[in-house]
């Protein structure tokens, strides 16, 4: 059973963290960082692409430099909305601004074990289980590779990933583990078996990819190459950037938004020369390095401010935005992930960024917690429910159930209350017990979590992926092995 997809949709309250000449001075600074300084392109194929559409490009370097004309005349082509579909298509995402979506993050490379708690080196059979649970869990609404599977051969490991996730749910799936043209081509001849055939998968794009800018000012060659073929045959595909204020870019927040919007800005004007109207997505996770240690801080008020900064780029672009979020330097389940998740969310939210990343990691996104990927859909929820606000018309002012009661009345028997008493959020995790209770059991949110993701590992049972499918896409991954 496919569990209904909970999203945040138009919400009545909304934040405007840049005004709109901000937002223009950002993109006219983007653009004479683009002309003047140039941003790196280590592919052959995009820089060809490039010269061949008059931009100044050091080969030997591998720098383009492109006029601004050039660059606003390709994002101008730029989808403003699609669809992300799902192997169910009732767990398709339409993408219009209008909704927030939030998947589970990736890609961690160790695993806080769900039954003995240790922490350990991620597996495939891990991907396996996180699908499999967040494919149960309703505020998923699709998938990020959510960790590393360490045991297979890096040369396939993207494959092996997704084709795990398939078969252990119904949902979209977003990987950013497609390193190069090679995988690529395979991972469209995976997705192609699901919706019978390449030439559909315009209309039905069941994998998306996103790459991974090399802050500052530049990109990897293998990603480039990957995210050209994706959108030779209509798979949503996006850059983004994790620049870094202190590191990999300026101390200022404005300085490090210019770094990072160059580098998304010139890789998706180049998918739109390749490919025109190509379906596009901004993606972005910058951050703060600290102080002390230089360490990615994985949460704070940069962050936050981030959250909602790109969300207006990206809109200034109208293009959808995926949006690193959850991302807590906490090293398990506590206060201090509770902080930065709730808060880098509520800003990503009340922005609207279209895709949200992602549930479930610790530590900067290194390790996953089946206890925090449930606590984040909660956090999810509450920000949910709170960015709805509060609707005011003849049913909700209730003046004729208050008449009813009268004063020194009660409401819990009235018809009204019935009818919007489910109205009223309930929470798993958050602890409203008596102090006696608590004071008994001295358990709490982490082990009520914990108990439900086993729980769910355990009875649920995913739309089964055809076993004729499944063949052939291990076929595909062991002749490219091979």
């Not at 820089?47 to 660059?71: N, Y």
């Not at 018809?415 to 109205?423: L, P, Q, V």
Request: aromatic residues 6%; contains cysteine.
């Amino acid at each position: 059973m496919t569990k209904t997809i909970k999203s945040v949709s138009n919400p009545k309250m909304k934040l405007e963290v840049l005004s709109q000449q901000e937002i223009k001075r950002i993109h006219a600074a983007t653009l004479q960082v683009i002309e003047k300084t140039g941003v790196r392109f280590p592919s052959a194929r995009a820089l060809e692409i490039w010269a061949s559409h008059g931009a100044e490009v050091d080969r030997g370097k591998m720098i383009v430099r492109a006029k601004p004309d050039l660059i606003e005349r390709a994002l101008a082509l730029c989808p403003p909305e699609y669809p992300l579909a799902a192997r169910d298509p009732l767990q398709d995402l339409l993408l219009d601004g209008n909704h927030v979506f939030v998947g589970t993050d990736g890609c961690g490379v160790e695993v806080l074990d769900l039954h003995s708690g240790t922490r350990r080196s991620s597996c495939l059979q891990d991907v396996r289980d996180i699908a499999r649970i967040a494919d149960a869990t309703a505020e998923v609404a699709f998938h990020w590779v959510p960790v590393s599977a360490q045991d297979v051969s890096p040369g396939t490991r993207g494959l092996h990933e997704i084709k795990a996730i398939w078969e252990n749910s119904s949902k979209h799936v977003q990987t950013e583990s497609i390193y190069n043209e090679r995988e690529a081509r395979a991972a469209i001849e995976l997705a192609a078996l699901l919706v019978g055939g390449k030439e559909n998968l315009r209309s039905r794009p069941v994998l998306s990819l996103m790459q991974c800018s090399a802050p500052p000012l530049g990109h990897d060659g293998g990603s480039l190459d990957a995210a050209l073929v994706a959108a030779e045959y209509g798979l949503p595909t996006g850059f983004m950037t994790m620049a870094a204020n202190l590191t990999t870019g300026p101390a200022t927040l404005a300085g490090n938004l210019v770094v990072g919007n160059a580098e998304v800005v010139a890789g998706t004007a180049l998918i739109q020369l390749a490919y025109p109207g190509a379906p596009v997505f901004y993606a972005a996770a910058q951050t703060a390095s600290d102080l002390r240690t230089g360490a990615y801080t994985g949460g704070g008020p940069e962050d936050f401010l981030y959250g909602a900064a790109t969300n207006a780029l990206a809109d200034f672009y109208k293009i959808p935005l995926s949006m690193g979020s959850f991302a807590t330097g906490a090293k398990q389940p506590d206060w201090q992930a509770g902080v930065e998740n709730s808060l880098s969310t509520f800003m990503a939210s009340i922005s609207m960024a279209d895709m949200l990343l992602g549930v479930g990691l610790l530590h900067g996104s290194r390790i996953w917690s089946y206890a925090q990927m449930m606590l984040d859909c909660e956090i999810f929820s509450i920000i949910q429910k709170t960015l709805q606000g509060i609707t005011v018309d003849e049913e909700m002012l209730a003046l004729d159930t208050i008449a009813a009661v009268g004063p020194g009345g009660n409401f819990l028997t009235q018809k009204h209350t019935h009818k919007h008493m489910r109205g009223i959020f309930l929470p798993q995790f958050l602890d409203r017990r008596p102090y006696s209770e608590w004071e008994q059991k001295r358990d709490g949110p982490v082990d009520w979590a914990l108990e439900k993701a086993r729980r769910t590992l355990a009875s649920h049972q995913p739309d089964p992926l055809d076993d004729r499918v499944s063949a052939e896409m291990g076929r595909i991954i062991t002749a490219l092995e091979k």
